[in-house]
């Protein structure tokens, strides 16, 4: 088991930035790709970026604004968010798995969400 604890979200002006934190306890963190998912009210949980041990991977709309990285002696993935825009609104979510995939399907364990609202 993995448990997974963001941090991080809140409140922010569009141009603004943010730097979501997740937490990692359990099996051996460094074993896990990590990946980086947000949902928005009534739409379907989307992937926003995943990294491994040395590859990272964005989808287009946060390419050059997210940057993701991990801390693996301190079981931490983080996920730095930059001109953020009111589309970026939403519960953003970790998750760890095995396979490097953009699929939610290829994680085993996510966190509880921490909510991100960009205002104009």
């Known amino acids: 088991q993995v448990q997974l604890v963001e941090s991080g979200g809140g409140l922010v002006q569009a141009g603004g930035s943010l730097r979501l934190s997740c937490a990692a306890s359990?099996?051996?963190?460094?074993?896990?790709?990590m990946g980086w998912f947000r949902q928005a009210p009534g739409k379907e949980r989307e992937f926003v970026a995943r990294?491994?041990?040395?590859?990272?991977y964005y989808t287009e709309s946060v390419k050059g604004r997210f940057t993701i990285s991990r801390d693996n002696a301190n079981n931490t993935v983080y996920l730095q968010m930059n001109s953020l825009k009111p589309e970026d609104t939403a519960v953003y979510y970790c998750?760890?798995?095995?396979?490097?995939?953009?699929?939610?399907?290829?994680?085993?364990?996510w966190g509880q969400g921490t909510q991100v609202t960009v205002s104009s």
């Open positions: 359990g099996r051996t963190f460094s074993n896990y790709a």
């Open positions: 998750a760890a798995g095995v396979a490097y995939s953009s699929l939610r399907s290829a994680y085993d364990y």
């Open positions: 990294i491994t041990w040395v590859s990272t």
